[in-house]
């Protein structure tokens, strides 16, 4: 008789635990629970990379001051000699007279359609 009791009490044990364990499961995999975890896991993404940056720049500042000061970019810059505009790109040539102008586009019209999707 009291073998019978316990597997009963411990059957019924693990039924309670078993039905506890899935309504929990079920209840994370609601749309607005799985929306409020998508969205806690963007923020902290969003911190690490924001962290990151910040390492990247500071060893980026770091490292420009480490270079300026072993080429000697640091040194004072002596007034008596001009300054000449650094320029990143260079100014295009000047076009030839008559010459067609490079990457010109066109205006849209119908009988020039660019849209590949369109239906003909």
């Known amino acids: 008789m009291f073998r019978r009791t ?4 411990a059957g ?7 039905t506890a364990k ?3 499961k079920i209840k994370q995999l609601t749309p607005e629970s799985l929306a409020a975890q998508a969205a806690d896991k963007a923020v902290v993404a969003g911190h690490r990379l924001k962290d990151f940056a910040l390492d990247v720049r500071e060893g980026m500042v770091r490292r420009e001051a480490e270079l ?9 810059v002596d007034p008596e000699l001009p300054v000449l505009p650094h320029v990143a790109v260079e100014p295009a040539p000047p076009r030839r007279r008559g010459a ?3 990457n010109r586009t066109l205006p849209y019209n ?4 660019y ?3 369109e239906d003909h």
């Open 12 to 18: 019924a044990a693990a039924g309670v635990w078993a």
């Open 100 to 102: 067609p102008a490079r």
């Open 115 to 117: 849209n590949r999707n």
């Open 68 to 76: 300026g000061e072993a080429l000697g970019l640091e040194a004072p």
């Open 110 to 113: 119908s009988y020039n359609s």
């Open 6 to 9: 316990f597997w009963f009490t």
């Open 22 to 24: 899935v309504n929990r």
